[in-house]
């Protein structure tokens, strides 16, 4: 799934090509993008033709388009894709949406596995997703009171990193990576973090997604590209997450896999010892 940097991208992609322009028509090509859109897919077309883009905006892992006092909401989901297009280019498989713009060129949603979603907001384009907690690329994220939020949940250091309501934008890949930079185990319970390890670790997941977001976000497959389908590259930088029986770029020892929550975490055994009590 697309984590911050990776949204990030794409907004900046869609922030440098589509503000300015107006929609002209729309296509729903699928219905199930636009499910929580109130009156359906006739609606949504009705609802956009002729609305001006004044930019993109970005919180967390949702980014949503300003159309005057309005926000259209757009999730990637697991493979969400948005790709600019020439109208007379052949649309790849999985084109859900077509939107039409005045200068002439298409923007494409394209979403293979059908989790992501578009919907209008009405009156809410300043923050249409409030419930969604500041991420580190903000300028007004606070790393300090997020950690001492962390610290006063009882739970584990990775199930805190992936909580949306307090700090946004972190998924699976740059929690094993902050983990790993910080000497963390995942099972760690919050309350065992001092203040400066956790500020640390906070920091840390701010800092290996800003270098990702510099080298176009991660790809491992085609299900994330950006506006103009080209892949991320920093993959080559991972430390920890899909790096199975590889030797830790620290101390040399292999690099495991655990489960978690229904999915994996890698870390290294060596520099990240499974905290007292735990298997």
């Known amino acids: 799934m697309p984590e911050l940097p990776e949204v990030e991208v794409v907004r900046l992609g869609l922030d440098r090509h589509a503000t300015g322009l ?19 897919p006739d609606g949504f077309r009705a609802d956009l033709a002729g609305r001006r883009i004044d930019g993109v905006r970005r919180r967390g892992k949702y980014l949503w388009a300003v159309l005057g006092d309005d926000a259209l909401v757009a ?34 949603f394209v979403d293979q596995r059908m989790f992501g979603g578009l919907d209008l907001r ?3 384009a300043s923050c249409p997703v409030p419930h969604i907690a500041l991420d580190p690329f903000d300028p007004a994220f606070d790393a300090r009171a997020v ?20 700090i946004s934008g972190v998924g699976n890949i740059y929690a094993d990576e902050a983990l790993w930079r910080s000497r963390i185990h995942f099972d760690t319970p919050t309350g065992e973090l001092g203040p400066r390890k956790a500020v640390g670790l906070i920091r840390a997941a701010g800092e290996v997604m800003a270098e990702a977001l510099d080298q176009g976000g991660t790809s491992f497959d085609s299900l994330y590209v950006n506006v103009n389908g080209e892949s991320g590259y920093f993959s080559r930088s991972l430390n920890a997450y899909g790096r199975e029986g590889e030797p830790c ?31």
Do not use: W
């Open 22 to 40: 107006t929609i002209t028509d729309v296509s729903v090509l699928h219905p199930r993008p636009v499910r929580y859109h109130p009156v359906g």
């Open 75 to 108: 999730h990637l989901g697991m493979s969400g894709q948005f790709r600019f297009n020439a109208p007379g280019d052949e649309l790849v498989r999985n084109t859900r949406i077509v939107f039409g713009l005045d200068d002439g060129t298409e923007l494409r």
């Open 122 to 124: 009405p009156g809410l």
């Open 147 to 166: 950690a001492a939020r962390m610290r006063a949940k009882r739970t584990t250091v990775k199930r805190a990193l992936l909580d949306q309501s307090l």
């Open 249 to 279: 770029n620290r101390c040399g020892r292999p690099i495991v896999r655990r489960v978690f929550m229904n999915r994996s975490s890698y870390l290294c055994p060596g520099c990240q010892p499974a905290p007292k009590g735990r298997p």
